[in-house]
């Protein structure tokens, strides 16, 4: 209740000051509750950026659908949350392609040689090679 009450000043301040507001979470539910827009971070590098329905609807990140995938409203019935297997990539042993293909469950030989871009053509911006949501040509 605390965690509402300090939201609910926040989001007051925001329409009474006519302001931005920046909220740095791990709690997907704030995050659908309050924010218009969302950048979903992955070993310090921004891997999707768009609106929250959108984002939460049809993610097009692998990363952003993991974390989608393990709240535990999700699994319901499940005996256990769903997670990507291996480690987040510390700031010395990054991988040369895409910093999650080594835990990706959809990675592919491109995805481990190239570093992917934010992709401004998308309706979601992704740093993905394989979008999840996008049309295959």
């Known amino acids: 209740t605390i965690q509402a009450q300090i939201m609910d000043l926040l989001l007051a301040l925001q329409k009474e000051q006519d302001m931005g507001l920046v909220l740095i979470t791990h709690d997907l539910a704030v995050v659908a509750e309050t924010a218009q827009r969302v950048c979903v971070m992955y070993a310090g590098q921004a891997v999707e950026v768009g609106q929250v329905p959108q984002l939460f609807d049809i993610p097009a990140h692998p990363y952003s659908e993991a974390l989608l995938k393990a709240i535990p409203e999700h699994s319901l019935g499940a005996a256990r949350l769903s997670t ?23 990675v592919q030989d491109n995805c ?14 992704a740093r993905c090679v394989y979008p999840l949501n996008q049309e295959v040509a």
């Open 84 to 106: 990507l297997p291996g480690i987040v990539p510390g700031r010395y042993d990054r991988p040369q392609g895409c910093l999650l293909s080594p835990r990706c469950p959809y």
């Open 112 to 125: 481990r040689a190239q570093r992917p871009t934010l992709d401004p053509k998308s309706n979601s911006l």
